[in-house]
């Protein structure tokens, strides 16, 4: 455990000493994921799989506002699906707008919980979402997630059913009889439904238990949040009929625990053993404060000692040093009573 703490205080020294650099490097990582999930999960326009346009994308993002990657998601979704059919590409857009100005309204600073929560759905660890945003973020913090997960299923019936919809029809009526079947496949999709309420609930329950005043609040609450959502799509899957994997469930919590129990050891990882209780007053009230200390290991520092001078000149022409020559180079002092004391030991 000393070891990881050790790691711990490294990392955060690391981060903070070129955070300006780091940051950069971490929008470009998620970025360059972004562009490329969607050109190779989507990707019904051709001119835009290109992985040197994504490169250039990824690069420009790094240095934008969080808010620019975003527009160039939607922007990019929007072509693909346009590519596919008119009538695909016109509900991506509005779908985009409402939820960029869902976004601004509700929470600027939380954009890449929207990019992140597609690709947590498709590395099988979404229930980290909900839990994460309740942990690190007010509850508010989960409407981009669920504008994430509209997002994410959206496409998903798109890709499920692209043989119909890109089906040609230049009649008014084809073209109408399209954007009902687009909009009966994505408004009637109760699977979606299930998840944005059980994320909801999610995000809300953790936030509450984490701000308890119980020892380990916060595992308690990631607990709880897991539990929550694998009853909750088990036995809701169960009521809507859909079939649901077990084992996919399964393993996805368990991941996403791990994944959440690593946060909370560098974030929020406290020593229980030494809480203090303390209480006082003052003319108006009473106090009563419980204190937690942090988990802390001081990191180790390596003093590296240089020899010079008239020890190393004699090292180096093959003559005997002694041991006052060599304590006066590395500027070690030593008090009269302990040279007699070794001479007396000799």
């Known amino acids: 455990m000393t070891v990881l703490l050790e790691l711990k205080e490294q990392l955060r020294s690391f981060y903070g000493k070129y955070a300006a650099y780091l940051l950069p490097v971490i929008k470009f990582l998620l970025a360059l994921a972004v562009f490329w999930l969607i050109n190779q999960k989507v990707g019904y326009m051709e001119r835009l799989n290109s992985f040197a346009l994504v490169l250039i994308l990824a690069l420009a993002c790094s240095v934008l506002p969080m808010a620019v990657m975003l527009l160039a998601a939607g922007v990019m979704l929007t072509l693909h ?17 409402i939820m960029y100005l869902l976004y601004f309204r509700f929470a600027a600073r939380d954009a890449y919980n929207v990019l992140l929560a597609p690709i947590a759905f498709l590395l099988g660890i979404p229930y980290a979402m909900p839990a994460a945003n309740g ?3 007010q509850p508010t913090a989960v409407i981009p997630t669920i504008c994430g997960v509209v997002t994410y299923y959206y496409l998903d019936g798109i890709m499920a059913n692209e043989t119909s919809i890109a089906a040609v029809g230049k009649d008014e009526e084809a073209i109408i009889s399209k954007f009902q079947e ?6 009637g999709n109760r699977e979606m439904y299930l998840t944005i309420a059980l994320f909801a609930l999610t995000a809300l329950v953790v936030y509450v238990i984490r701000r308890l005043s119980v020892d380990h609040a916060w595992t308690i609450a990631i607990a709880a949040g897991l ?120």
């Open 182 to 187: 687009i909009m009966n496949q994505f408004a």
């Open 135 to 137: 942990l690190l973020q």
């Open 227 to 346: 539990l929550l959502q694998y009853v909750g799509f088990y036995i809701g899957c169960m009521q809507i009929g859909i079939t649901i994997n077990t084992s996919a469930l399964t393993v996805g919590c368990i991941a996403s625990a791990v994944l959440l129990l690593v946060v909370q050891f560098f974030v929020f990882n406290l020593d229980y053993t030494r809480t203090e209780r303390v209480q006082f007053e003052d003319d108006e009230y009473y106090y009563y404060v419980k204190a937690v200390p942090k988990s802390y290991v001081a990191t180790r520092e390596k003093t590296v000692k240089k020899i010079s001078g008239n020890s190393r000149y004699k090292k180096e022409k093959g003559e005997d040093v002694t041991r006052q020559e060599l304590m006066e180079d590395m500027d070690i002092h030593i008090s009269k009573e302990e040279e007699e004391e070794e001479e007396e030991e000799e």
């Open 81 to 97: 699906c346009y590519a596919l059919s008119m009538q695909a590409g016109v509900i991506m857009f509005v779908l985009f707008v």
